[in-house]
């Protein structure tokens, strides 16, 4: 039996308005409200809405065999609750089919994993907190930031009681292996890892709508016939993409939505089941251990931090982010914490990138500031 483990990504950042030196210790309110509601409010009604409905309308269609999972960031949550609070009523309403799971992650996206294990441990429970609180789950598997994972951390995660841990099936670690088994932590053999089939999620998430790729127009049927002609032995086809990709990266005209709604009756022609990251979990023995020496994640070619701390920019601002880790732990002040919080979301670092080529284009895509040295200037000031 094959099956697809489909898992769908939503985060969005508190964004900073523009803080200059002279407001350092006279204004204490960092946020951009403006752009933060502008940029929720447009991306929800054009692709985490019609994605929702989409999804509600497949697991009702195929009598519940239709299931995936969805990680939502707690900053995400929150600009949710205050913005589109009808999205979260879509996303209670997917809670209560009891087909979509919900996985654990950093409450604020944040990079706290690669230096902070204390901190990393907060920011899971209160973001598993939250999840219990509104849709009244508590996730069994984790996702952390950006997919970034090694083996250092596996002990770590599987002590705070996942059974499986969401990661990329990174060329440089897997060589000949593939992606589509389960495998078990070399750093602890009872943690199991579900690694993204790289080529089988961009299709989707990246190439859909190109007219310059060799494979377009991509069909629901010869996209589930590319999952049926993988060796049969197998287990799982595990496609991580972000929930933008329906209606926001790939065009609502592109037919992306028509795509997504008409896999489940290709698949249930082709004998393919849908789990959920848990599922695969318990139903699936791991083939093998997998070694991650050093931390891998889902961003840039480099499949590494670099997106992040790749440069004396991004280390100097991430240093002194996480060298009052102590300081604030120990402070009573509610506000103070949230900000700090919040100055945890890998966006800021992914702003100052001073990357080229491929990669550049999407980093500046997604930057509000013209330079990375002015994202990195701006985070500055704040943080002081």
Not at 104 to 131: C, G
Not at 301 to 312: F, I
Request: aromatic share 14%; proline share 4%; with cysteine.
């Amino acid at each position: 039996m094959k099956a697809i483990c489909f898992y769908f990504q939503i985060h969005q950042p508190f964004r900073l308005k523009r803080y200059r030196f002279f407001d350092i210790g006279n204004d204490h309110y960092y946020y951009d409200d403006f752009a933060n509601d502008d940029i929720i409010t447009r991306i929800a009604h054009r692709s985490y809405i019609p994605a929702a409905e989409a999804l509600l309308r497949m697991i009702e269609q195929t009598g519940g065999k239709f299931r995936c999972a969805l990680s939502i960031t707690g900053t995400a949550l929150e600009q949710c609750e205050q913005y589109v609070p009808e999205f979260i009523d879509l996303l209670k309403k997917l809670a209560d089919t009891g087909k979509v799971e919900f996985l654990a992650e950093t409450y604020a996206h944040s990079l706290s994993s690669l230096i902070d294990p204390e901190e990393f441990t907060m920011q899971v429970r209160a973001h598993d907190d939250k999840i219990y609180e509104l849709f009244g789950q508590r996730p069994k598997v984790l996702r952390n930031t950006e997919l970034i994972y090694c083996d250092e951390m596996a002990p770590m995660i599987y002590e705070m009681g996942y059974k499986g841990c969401i990661t990329e099936g990174a060329k440089h670690i897997l060589g000949w292996k593939s992606p589509n088994y389960v495998y078990s932590a070399a750093s602890c053999p009872k943690l199991k890892l579900l690694l993204k089939n790289d080529k089988l999620s961009d299709d989707i998430s990246f190439r859909f709508s190109n007219p310059e790729w060799d494979a377009y127009p991509l069909t629901a049927d010869k996209y589930i016939d590319w999952i049926a002609s993988t060796p049969a032995e197998e287990q799982v086809i595990n496609l991580f993409m972000s929930l933008e990709t329906f209606g926001e990266l790939q065009p609502r005209e592109s037919g992306i939505f028509q795509f997504l709604e008409a896999l489940p009756r290709f698949a249930a022609e082709r004998g393919i089941d849908f789990w959920t990251p848990s599922e695969v979990v318990s139903k699936c023995k791991a083939v093998d251990s997998l070694s991650v020496l050093h931390p891998i994640s889902w961003a840039d070619e480099a499949r590494d931090t670099s997106a992040w701390l790749g440069n004396k920019l991004q280390n100097e601002a991430f240093n002194k982010l996480y060298s009052v880790a102590e300081r604030v732990r120990l402070c009573s002040d509610r506000r103070l914490k949230q900000d700090w919080q919040y100055l945890q979301g890998s966006d800021h670092f992914f702003y100052m990138s001073t990357k080229h080529m491929n990669d550049g284009a999407v980093h500046a895509m997604f930057s509000p500031y013209e330079t990375p040295f002015q994202a990195f200037t701006n985070y500055m000031n704040v943080l002081a």
